[in-house]
C-alpha cells in the first residue's frame, strides 16, 4: 500500500499537477458563430458557443473544438491550418483574417468573439461561401505565363532587379480577404476585385510575360481597375502583407502609360 511518501503517490501527484497546470491555461471563451443553413431557415442567426481554451491557440482551433465536441453540424472550409492555401477567410470580430492565423489572445477573448462568413459572397452554409465568381475574375485576367511561341531551349532567364518588380504579388494565397473586404465590391459583384488585379500585376510585370496589353485590356473595362477607390480596406485585409492598393495603383499607371 502507499504511503503520502511513496514514490508511487509522488508520482501521481505530479502527473495531477501538471494536468491542473494545463488546465489553468484554459480560459473559457464565447464564440458568436454567425449560422447559415437554407434547408432549415432563409435567414441567419447568430450562436453562442462557450468553450475552454489555451488563449494562446487560434480562432480555428476553436471552431474545430466546436465542430468536434460540440456541434458537429457546424460548417466551415479549412486544409493547410497554416496559412498557406487560403481557405479559411473569415470576419472574426468584424474583419477579415484567416483563422487559422488569429491567436484567440490577441482579440480580446474576453468579450465574446464574433465569427462570420466574408462579405460579398453568397453565403452556402455557415461560414462558407460561393467563390466560384471570385475565382472567375481570377480566370478572367489569365494567370499564366503568355508567350509568343519562340520556345527556349532551357529555363527563361530574369535578372534579380526584374524579378524584384513582382515579388510581392506572387505571395498571394487567394484567400479573398481583400476582395471581400472591398466597399465596391460588396455594392456590385461585377468589379473584378482586388485578388484578381493583384494577380494580373503578378503577370503583367514579369519581363518573360508577353501577354501584359492583354490583360491591361480585360482590366481596363468598366468592372476593371478604375472601380477602385482606393479606400485600403484591402491592403488592411491582406493576411500575407501584400500591398494591394499599390499595386493597383501600378496597373493604373500602367494603362496610362503603357509602360510596364
Ligand atoms: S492579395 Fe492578399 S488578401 Fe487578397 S487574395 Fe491574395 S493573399 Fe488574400
Ligand atoms: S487553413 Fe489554409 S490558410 Fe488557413
Given at each position: 500500500m502507499s504511503?503520502?511518501?511513496s514514490p508511487t503517490l509522488d508520482k501521481?501527484?505530479?502527473?495531477?499537477?501538471?494536468?491542473?497546470?494545463?488546465?489553468?491555461?484554459?480560459?473559457t471563451v464565447t464564440l458568436?458563430?454567425?449560422?447559415?443553413?437554407?434547408?432549415?431557415?432563409?435567414?441567419?442567426?447568430?450562436?453562442d458557443y462557450r468553450l475552454p481554451i489555451d488563449p494562446k491557440e487560434r480562432v480555428l482551433d476553436a471552431l474545430h473544438k466546436i465542430k468536434w465536441e460540440i456541434d458537429g453540424t457546424l460548417t466551415f472550409r479549412r486544409s493547410c491550418a497554416h496559412g498557406v492555401c487560403g481557405s479559411d477567410a473569415v470576419r472574426i470580430n468584424g474583419r477579415n483574417r484567416l483563422a487559422c492565423k488569429t491567436l484567440i489572445k490577441d482579440i480580446n477573448p474576453e468579450k465574446p468573439i464574433?465569427?462570420?462568413?466574408?462579405?460579398?459572397?453568397?453565403v452556402l452554409k455557415?461560414?462558407?461561401?460561393?467563390?466560384?465568381?471570385?475565382?472567375?475574375?481570377?480566370?478572367?485576367v489569365m494567370p499564366f505565363l503568355i508567350t509568343k511561341g519562340n520556345e527556349p531551349t532551357r529555363e527563361r532567364l530574369q535578372s534579380a532587379e526584374d524579378r524584384e518588380r513582382f515579388d510581392d504579388t506572387t505571395k498571394c494565397i487567394l484567400c479573398a480577404a481583400c476582395t471581400s473586404s472591398c466597399p465596391v465590391f460588396w455594392n456590385d459583384g461585377q468589379y473584378f476585385g482586388p485578388a484578381a488585379i493583384v494577380n494580373a500585376h503578378r503577370f503583367i510585370f514579369d519581363s518573360r510575360d508577353e501577354g501584359g496589353e492583354q490583360r491591361l485590356e480585360i482590366l481596363n473595362d468598366k468592372d476593371g481597375v478604375w472601380r477602385c477607390r482606393t479606400t485600403f480596406n484591402c491592403t488592411d485585409a491582406c493576411p500575407r502583407g501584400i500591398e494591394v492598393?499599390?499595386?493597383?495603383?501600378?496597373?493604373?499607371?500602367?494603362?496610362?502609360?503603357?509602360?510596364?
Open positions: 504511503t503520502p511518501n501521481h501527484s505530479s502527473a495531477l499537477d501538471a494536468a491542473e497546470n494545463t488546465a489553468s491555461h484554459l480560459i458568436r458563430v454567425r449560422r447559415f443553413n437554407p434547408e432549415v431557415s432563409a435567414e441567419a442567426e447568430w450562436v464574433t465569427v462570420e462568413p466574408i462579405k460579398g459572397l453568397t455557415d461560414l462558407v461561401v460561393d467563390m466560384d465568381p471570385f475565382f472567375q475574375a481570377y480566370r478572367d492598393t499599390k499595386a493597383i495603383q501600378e496597373v493604373k499607371r500602367a494603362l496610362i502609360t503603357r509602360r510596364f
